[in-house]
């Protein structure tokens, strides 16, 4: 029997409101395993772990850094991880798990839109189908699994405030889906050959959103900042008086990333002194950023990191 771990951190998935048709509500400390249904005990050994009860805009680095420890942790003495989370940020969580851990266990990141008391609240099929998910054979890496599909912590953006169907894999597609607990992947999960595995440091870098008429004062920026995700236009193309003020920071040792104001779209743009993110979101290109400069300040091996990661 296979033995899975579910690590609550909070979010919408645990949260109740006072009234089913009221959108305010607030984190319980619900213990989310409760929920599932008894026949899920007779295939896997189920526990949970209380991780943390915060709505997921609150995440911060250090919020990462201690889940990607209890993670690492937990995954030793289990199969299969199923990790509960707020949904604002549970994109940014995943592919942060998938570049720093060094398991190619399931990892199976869910939340949930609608609170657990809302009427149609999605958050108990989400954790099943998660659950489900975490069991099957062909389940590899961290993945979200969320309204019934499955998608690549690499790809998997958030598209929606408030439906349900807030998720989509803007380049790639979703890999699958699961239907009351039916898997069925549409294609293989990849899994990265390298990972920045063993990251205890988190770089300070800023992400800019660029906009027409745009001045430079923002680009001011202090000295321990070494790294900046400039968000462009489409295919990281940038107005001529910010490119030549990040010239200067290029010049003066701050790595630049440049990503793109479109939700999807492989950039081809090139440029001499600075990197584009290649299919990455900024959020995400600003935690490949920071994580690679832990190991390194040379722009080719960083350049490197954005076209395999
Ligand atoms: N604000 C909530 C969170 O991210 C939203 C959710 O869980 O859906 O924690």
């Known amino acids: 029997m296979k033995k899975i771990a579910i690590i609550q951190t909070g979010g919408t998935i645990a949260s109740k409101s006072s009234d089913k048709y009221d959108k305010n509500y607030s984190i319980s400390d619900v213990a989310l395993v409760e929920i599932l249904p008894y026949e899920i005990s007779t295939k896997a050994q189920i526990s949970g772990v209380k991780f943390s009860q915060i709505d997921s805009k609150d995440a911060d680095v250090n919020f990462w850094l201690n889940l990607a420890d209890c993670v690492c942790k937990t995954i030793k003495t289990n199969d ?49 189908n998660s659950v489900c998910l975490a069991m099957h054979e062909k ?9 019934d599909e499955i998608h690549s912590a690499k790809d998997v953006i958030k598209i929606h405030s408030t439906n349900i169907n807030a998720f989509v894999s803007p380049n790639f597609g979703k890999i699958g889906v699961i239907n009351y607990g039916e898997v069925n992947f549409y294609t293989q999960t990849k899994q990265l050959k ?11 870098t800023q992400i800019i ?33 910010v490119k030549n003020k990040l010239e200067i920071l290029a010049k003066n040792g701050v790595i630049i990333v440049v990503s793109a104001n479109t939700i999807s779209g492989l950039i081809t ?17 600003r935690i490949l950023l920071s994580l690679a400069l832990s190991k390194t300040s040379n722009i080719n091996e960083i350049k490197k990191y954005f076209l395999t990661h």
């Not at 942060?96 to 609608?114: C, E």
């Not at 390298?194 to 300070?204: A, D, G, H, P, Y």
């Not at 430079?216 to 489409?234: C, H, P, Q, R, W």
């Open 139 to 147: 389940s590899s890496g961290v993945m979200i699994a969320i309204n």
């Open 80 to 128: 299969a991880i199923v990790i509960t989370h707020g949904t604002d940020t549970m994109c940014e969580t995943a592919y942060f798990l998938s570049l720093v851990l060094d398991t190619n266990k399931p990892i199976i990141i869910t939340g949930a839109m609608r609170n657990s008391s809302s009427a149609s609240s999605d958050g108990e099929l989400n954790l099943y």
């Open 194 to 204: 390298s990972r920045l595995v063993n990251t205890k440091e988190f770089i300070k």
């Open 209 to 241: 959103y660029i906009y027409p008429g745009m001045d430079d004062e923002i680009f001011n920026i202090k000295s321990d900042v070494k790294g900046l995700v400039v968000i462009g236009y489409a295919n990281a193309t940038l107005p001529e008086n």
């Open 269 to 285: 743009k090139e440029y001499e002194n600075f990197i584009t993110s290649n299919t990455l979101n900024p959020q995400k290109s």
